[in-house]
């Protein structure tokens, strides 16, 4: 069964400096999201990417985070300049359609991110 | 604006019995889906079950059902034969006409043997 692939599974990383994390989605999918989960706490969306843009994003997607589909198969989230509240499991998502069609999200194992 | 509410922190259950986890929601929209996400300690979001609101019928996979009330705004999810591998968190989720999910808090369930 295809699956949604992030790498890397562990990032650690002093406060200020960028990250990068990584998702592979499912090759026809066509929407691609980004959550986080601080430990403990629920899972919260961050940006939702389709066509090359933003779709929609929350008010978290501060300008210190960025999206990017810079070949046909990646999918990125860019984090300028770590904060300590940013330490989080990060997760992809990827689905076939956006409007109307409650499509079915495939979430990735995650990425996370430890900001020290 | 979507609100989940998953008011039990906690559940146990015995091996091979039945348990019910519990979920609320809120929407302004009149066309919305409900899932059940199932979180184990690898920390990867498998989705267990999905419900479209505008069927009565309850969704059911498996072991896995729901008890979706519209009215009431309440959609629970049943575990029949509960098994060790059931043991996670599991968390309530709705969408409405795009496909971001606004999720519950979670609910840990522990299967005892």
């Known amino acids: 069964e295809p699956e949604v692939t992030q790498t890397p599974s562990h990032q650690v990383t002093q406060m200020g400096q960028e990250v990068i994390l990584r998702c592979v989605p499912i090759?026809?999918?066509?929407?691609f999201y980004w959550y986080r989960q601080i430990l403990g706490q629920k899972v919260e969306f961050l940006v939702s990417?389709?066509?090359?843009?933003?779709?929609?994003k929350s008010e978290i997607f501060d300008d210190q985070f960025s999206v990017e589909r810079p070949d046909g198969s990646n999918f990125t989230l860019k984090i300028r300049s770590t904060k300590l509240e940013d330490s989080a499991m990060y997760f992809c998502?990827?689905?076939?359609?956006?409007?109307?069609?409650?499509?079915?999200?495939?979430f990735g194992s995650g990425t996370q991110l430890s900001v020290l | 604006a979507q609100t989940v509410t998953q008011s039990q922190p906690e559940m146990s259950v015995q091996e091979a019995e039945t348990v019910t986890l519990s979920c609320t929601y809120d929407?302004?929209?009149?066309?919305?889906?409900l899932f059940w996400y199932k979180q184990p300690p690898s920390r990867q979001m498998i989705l267990v079950i999905r419900?479209?609101?505008?069927?009565?019928q309850n969704a059911t996979e498996n072991r896995f059902s729901v008890n979706f009330q519209k009215a009431a705004k309440s959609f629970s999810l049943k575990i029949s034969d509960s098994q060790l591998g059931d043991a996670a968190m599991y968390f309530c989720?709705?969408?409405?006409?795009?496909?971001?999910?606004?999720f519950g808090k979670g609910i840990t369930l522990s299967v005892r043997p």
């Open positions: 990417f389709y066509n090359n843009e933003i779709s929609e």
């Open positions: 929407t302004s929209e009149s066309d919305y889906y």
């Open positions: 998502a990827s689905s076939t359609r956006d409007r109307g069609g409650g499509e079915k999200l495939f």
């Open positions: 989720a709705i969408t409405g006409a795009n496909s971001k999910l606004t």
């Open positions: 419900q479209e609101a505008y069927k009565q």
């Open positions: 090759s026809n999918h066509l929407y």
